[in-house]
């Protein structure tokens, strides 16, 4: 069934996490209106690409022009029935926005469709429990912050994560009801080279203890996902393996 989504957009956004999902579910068949606060349809988002050329950090070039389809002043987030966030260095700023908190707000407290892509999650926000509360919804906790809880920090409708690289930290996370896990690091990473490894058969070990979905971290890309789920994984997570 076609359905309508709302893609929040801004200058800077990535490129191929801007332009791809909106071409895809176009292509498949739904709405999609795109939008970016101070803009209105036919007006466009410079987008940018954002690359690892060898240096400490990535590198950022510019990308296309993604011409909007809708106003953003016009739009009504009730109308829609699921909504994008694309990263790159847009959400840097879309988080300083009224009228986009407000938006987000409605699509957590409704209970729809939410698909933040890479530092799209910044809208989701990452460890900032207080902010999750006042913008309703979901968050990320550092494993220190996991410890320091005796019980979930947010209504059950609000999705709480935590890192984790223990059994004693899982063990927290169960205790206290927290939704999913990241168990880190499965393998020696680039960016914590003197860091130990859990190994596969550890993280296997911990996942099937763990009565929560536990994703595999640390080292991780796309050809890791069928043996994370052969040692009891939801799945993986990473950045660089997905954006090198």
């Known amino acids: 069934m076609s359905?309508?989504?709302?893609?929040?957009?801004?200058?800077?956004?990535?490129?191929y996490e801007t332009m791809v999902p909106f071409q895809i579910l176009v292509m498949v068949g739904h709405t999609v209106h795109a939008v970016c606060p101070g803009k209105a349809a036919g007006d466009y988002v410079q987008t940018a690409v954002h690359d690892f050329d060898g240096a400490q950090t990535y590198s950022e070039k510019p990308g296309h022009r993604f011409v909007l389809n809708a106003t953003f002043d016009a739009v009504k987030p009730a109308d829609y029935d699921a909504l994008v966030i694309p990263g790159g260095r847009a959400p840097e700023y879309l988080r300083l926005n009224q009228q986009v908190i407000e938006a987000?707000?409605?699509?957590?407290?409704?209970?729809?469709?939410?698909?933040?892509?890479?530092?799209?999650?910044?809208?989701?926000?990452?460890?900032?429990?207080?902010?999750?509360?006042?913008?309703?919804?979901?968050?990320?906790?550092?494993?220190?912050?996991?410890?320091?809880?005796?019980?979930?920090?947010?209504?059950?409708?609000?999705?709480?994560?935590?890192?984790?690289?223990?059994?004693?930290?899982?063990?927290?996370?169960?205790?206290?009801?927290?939704?999913?896990?990241?168990?880190?690091?499965?393998?020696?990473?680039t960016s914590h080279?003197?860091?130990?490894?859990?190994?596969?058969p550890m993280f296997q070990s911990l996942a099937e203890a763990a009565a929560l979905p536990v994703y595999a971290l640390g080292g991780m890309d796309r050809s890791h996902i069928a043996q994370a789920r052969q040692n009891s994984g939801q799945g993986v997570a990473g950045i660089r393996g997905f954006w090198p």
């Open 3 to 15: 359905k309508k989504i709302l893609l929040l957009a801004g200058d800077y956004a990535e490129d």
């Open 104 to 189: 987000v707000r409605h699509f957590a407290q409704a209970n729809k469709p939410i698909a933040a892509v890479c530092h799209g999650a910044q809208l989701l926000l990452n460890s900032d429990m207080e902010g999750a509360r006042a913008l309703g919804i979901g968050v990320h906790l550092k494993s220190a912050q996991l410890l320091a809880l005796s019980e979930r920090p947010l209504p059950l409708q609000q999705v709480v994560g935590a890192s984790c690289h223990d059994a004693a930290q899982l063990a927290h996370a169960v205790r206290i009801g927290v939704d999913f896990a990241t168990l880190s690091p499965v393998v020696v990473t």
């Open 193 to 200: 080279p003197h860091t130990s490894a859990l190994g596969w």
